[in-house]
């Protein structure tokens, strides 16, 4: 009898902790059948029809932003940290993207191509995180005995790999969704869609790497023996590289922006090369130099000039110019003269300066103000009576959503990842804690002479201090009657 009634205890708490692991199984199920859209009233040439975006579609869209964009990188940050909150927050993203899949499915109003790229690349991310899914069942039951031991440790990298990998595809999927909405990108924008939405989400990237080195990463810069610039101006190099040979179709006539795209490839990689060169001084350690910063000024006064067609379109891209050597010259600032060449403010690499977040946003709302600046939606801006003003203003919004949201993430992690520190209590600026108010006077004035005593003065202090705390009458009961609890 009791062994029966220990068998059922066994049973339940078996099935209530592999709850959350069939709900995600059972979740992951659906991700991977294909799309299927009518496209009857899709007129010849386009790539969508004339019917407005219908409620269902809607919801699908901001259930499916939320999802991607919002709850899968946050239970990304709480398994890094191995919270208890990982799996239930999966869990909750995992159900609203197969609901926003199905409302995808159910909507009517506007139909699009079946080949689009939103369709397309359904697929594969779906199966990505089937496939995420299944390795963090397998890392839940803790199978680690014979063939599972070894197993194990390469499914644990691939949960990682793959975990950290999603959030970059969404964004991905985020921004085909958009751009399948609207029907652009098609024919002869191909090119120039690929131009914004790639560098403007390289700005952004950029961004979001700077704000993880300045919030959580200054250690790690350090233990790297190289300078930030070193990488940056590696990546800058590599990135001009690729611009050169690309932004021109060789053998071909050269046309409008041609010789400005190419030629700003041009001075990327030499001077990347030369910001290489420069991280590193004469002895052989670590330097930092203006080179990044001076190749994001340059590139922002290049790209203000850049002629356009349109009126909203050549104040959008002048105020991304603007926006980008703002980027640049407060980069160089930072680094000559509010750091002083030096990595970081502090030893320990937990402080910042408030000024050092500027460049770092700035990055963002250039990236955001150059994603939209494409032919397609400065037309579709301008035929809406929207003026440039009110456009920016909007980029400028979800720049400031998107750094807000990489500095919550970056909070969980570090408050979670990093053990707390010993710090003296400061109270208006006076060192010590408060009581009734008041700082205590002993407190004081070791404020008010710290710095101006040796060695052997501050030893004295503290002999004293220790015989004044035998000699004295107890004040423990006194003092904590007048504390607030």
């Known amino acids: ?43 010849e040439g386009q790539a969508i029809s004339v019917d407005p975006i219908d409620t269902t579609l809607w919801i699908h869209i901001f259930v499916q932003m939320f999802a991607w964009g919002v709850i899968f990188p946050l239970g990304m940050v709480l398994g890094i940290v191995k919270s208890r909150w990982h799996v239930p927050v999966q869990v909750v993203g995992t159900a609203l993207a197969i609901l926003g899949y199905a409302l995808g499915h159910m909507h009517g109003g506007r139909e699009f191509r079946h080949d689009n790229v939103h369709s397309k690349f359904a697929s594969p991310i779906s199966l990505l995180l089937f496939a995420q899914i299944l390795m963090g069942i397998y890392l839940k039951l803790h199978l680690e005995k014979g063939i599972n031991g070894k197993i194990r440790r390469f499914v644990k990298i691939g949960h990682g790999i793959v975990g950290k990998a999603l959030p970059v ?33 390289a700005f952004i990237a950029y961004g979001i790497l700077l704000t993880i080195l300045l919030v959580v ?16 101006s590696a990546v800058i190099a590599a990135w001009g590289m690729v611009n050169t040979f690309t932004e021109h179709r060789w053998g071909t006539a050269w046309v409008k922006n041609d010789w400005q795209h190419t030629t700003m490839g041009v001075i990327w990689w030499c001077a990347g090369l030369a910001g290489v060169w420069l991280s590193r001084d004469r002895d052989g350690r670590p330097q930092r130099n203006f080179i990044p910063g001076f190749v994001i000024l340059i590139t922002g006064w290049a790209m203000s000039a850049h002629p356009q067609d349109l009126m909203i379109s050549a104040e959008t891209h002048k105020m991304f110019g603007y926006t980008l050597m703002a980027a640049g010259a407060t980069r160089i600032i930072e680094v000559s003269f509010v750091l002083r060449d030096l ?8 402080e910042t300066s408030s000024f050092q977040y500027v460049p770092v946003f700035l990055l963002y709302a250039s990236g955001f103000l150059f994603m939209g600046a494409t032919e397609e939606q400065m037309a579709l801006v301008a035929s809406s009576g929207m003026d440039h003003v009110a456009y920016i203003l909007i980029l400028y919004s979800l720049a400031f959503l998107v750094f807000l949201f990489t500095n919550v993430l970056l909070g969980i992690y570090d408050r979670n990842s990093t053990p707390a520190l010993p ?39 503290r002999r004293l201090r220790e015989d004044d705390s035998l000699n004295s009458p107890s004040t423990i009961g006194k003092n904590s009657d007048g504390v607030a609890h």
Request: aromatic letters at 8%; proline letters at 4%; charged letters at 20%.
């Open 423 to 461: 710090s003296k209590e400061i109270a208006n600026g006076r060192l010590g804690p408060r009581v009734n108010g008041n700082v205590p006077v002993r407190d004081a004035q070791e404020f008010e002479l710290e710095g101006l005593m040796s060695d052997d003065e501050e030893d004295g202090v």
């Open 1 to 43: 009898m009791m062994a029966g009634r220990w068998f059922d205890t066994k049973v339940d708490k078996m099935a209530f902790s592999s709850l959350p692991t069939f709900l995600l199984a059972l979740a992951a199920l659906p991700m991977a059948s294909a799309h299927d859209h009518s496209s009857t009233h899709i007129e």
């Open 217 to 232: 990463g200054q250690l790690w810069i350090r233990r790297t023996g190289r300078s930030q610039e070193f990488f940056d």
């Open 169 to 201: 595809l969404s964004w991905t999927q985020m921004l085909f969704g958009g751009i399948t909405a609207l029907g652009f990108c098609q024919g002869d924008h191909v090119g120039q869609c690929l131009a914004h939405f790639i560098m403007g989400s």
């Open 343 to 350: 990595p970081g403010l502090t030893e320990e690499g937990r």
